[in-house]
């Protein structure tokens, strides 16, 4: 008798664009179970780590569909990746509330010392295929995978003027390198 699993084959969803699982970080510890493992990815061509919850679709939240998320970064960065993934799970399994694209967590002051961010965007992958972003693809998508972007202030405000899609095409424009939390603003 077959189940029905319908993450059967996300593990190489992601590696086929990622590469090798690098390591996993338990999302069990002594002060209990945070309800998601962190997954570490590494690339060589471009040196990038990717830091991707697994488990979070588990979790009670609202969302559109069940979602994972993930951030690149230099791979001298990826405690940093680590970081923003591992604070908006946690925020997202206390608030309850999932995150679409588009949505901004934004604070006052930077969220990564010695940078200008000041906030994380949750969008499409700026870095894989349009097929990375919806699992197992998007005519029958059953989760999305979010990709956390670090932004800063002035880019928070482009976004509430002109939108996402609109600052992603001064990314392009600007060549800006967004897996570097030490980029000066691109706008």
């Known amino acids: 008798m077959s189940t029905f699993q319908p993450y059967f084959g996300l593990l190489e969803h992601f590696g086929q664009r990622l590469g090798p699982v690098q390591r996993v970080e338990s999302g069990r510890s002594a002060q209990g179970n945070r309800g998601y493992d962190l997954a570490f990815y590494g690339s060589d061509e471009p040196p990038i780590s990717t830091v991707i919850t697994n488990g979070l679709r588990f979790q009670s939240i609202t969302s559109m569909l069940p979602e994972e998320l993930v951030c690149s970064l230099r791979a001298d960065q990826e405690h940093i990746a680590h970081y923003l993934v591992d604070s908006i799970a946690s925020m997202i399994i206390q608030n309850g509330t999932g995150m679409e694209y588009g949505s901004v967590f934004h604070n006052d002051q930077p969220i990564i010392d010695g940078t200008a961010i000041t906030a994380v965007l949750a969008h499409t992958s700026p870095l894989f295929d349009e097929a990375f972003n919806l699992f197992p693809d998007q005519d029958a998508p059953t989760l999305q995978i979010i990709s956390l972007v670090p932004i800063t202030d002035a880019e928070v405000e482009f976004i509430g003027e002109e939108g996402?899609?609109?600052?992603?095409?001064?990314?392009?424009?600007?060549q800006t390198e967004l897996v570097d939390v030490r980029r000066r603003s691109a706008v």
């Open 164 to 174: 996402a899609d609109m600052l992603f095409e001064v990314f392009h424009l600007n």
